[in-house]
């Protein structure tokens, strides 16, 4: 008997655009606004109200610390791998230095292995994009 799973993931992408660096507006500098990536992921389709409560918390952390959200990942996702559709608008954004940071609520949201996890930080790092887990706020 095959056990069939319907995973689904909803995107939602902000326009982008990259002001890095100080912008200066009449001899005046002005204050770079930081970007951020919202992503959240659950690992069973049943634990909607966990992934609302996520992209909620982290809603509210990116406008408490006046961060423009860049784009926000809700998805349903077993957290395995580098290469699921869900993850590669937030890679591209990360590669293209579209945001500053990336905002979950806990590293394990982002994946579930060591090995895929630190792989996904060191592109951060090559890229100077940090990695904010509210878990550890």
């Given at each position: 008997l095959m056990?069939f799973?319907?995973?689904f993931?909803?995107?939602?992408?902000?326009?982008f655009?990259?002001p890095?660096g100080d912008k200066?507006?009449?001899g005046i500098?002005?204050?770079?606004q930081i970007?951020?990536w919202?992503y959240?992921?659950?690992?069973e389709?049943?634990?909607i109200?966990v992934?609302?409560?996520?992209?909620n918390?982290?809603?509210k952390?990116?406008?408490?610390?006046?961060?423009?959200?860049i784009g926000?990942?809700k998805?349903?996702?077993?957290?395995?791998?580098?290469?699921?559709?869900?993850?590669?608008p937030?890679?591209?954004?990360i590669?293209?230095?579209?945001i500053?940071?990336?905002?979950v609520?806990?590293?394990k949201r982002?994946?579930i292995?060591?090995?895929?996890l630190e792989e996904?930080?060191?592109?951060?790092e090559?890229?100077?994009?940090?990695?904010?887990?509210?878990?550890h706020?």
């Amino acid at each position: 008997l095959m056990k069939f799973i319907n995973w689904f993931f909803i995107i939602q992408i902000a326009n982008f655009y990259s002001p890095h660096g100080d912008k200066s507006e009449g001899g005046i500098k002005m204050k770079k606004q930081i970007n951020v990536w919202i992503y959240c992921r659950i690992s069973e389709p049943d634990n909607i109200e966990v992934l609302n409560l996520q992209a909620n918390r982290l809603s509210k952390y990116a406008k408490k610390n006046n961060y423009s959200i860049i784009g926000l990942t809700k998805v349903v996702d077993d957290g395995t791998s580098l290469h699921t559709l869900s993850i590669k608008p937030l890679l591209s954004a990360i590669k293209e230095n579209t945001i500053d940071f990336v905002l979950v609520y806990s590293n394990k949201r982002l994946l579930i292995s060591d090995d895929l996890l630190e792989e996904f930080e060191i592109l951060c790092e090559i890229h100077d994009v940090k990695i904010i887990a509210l878990q550890h706020e």
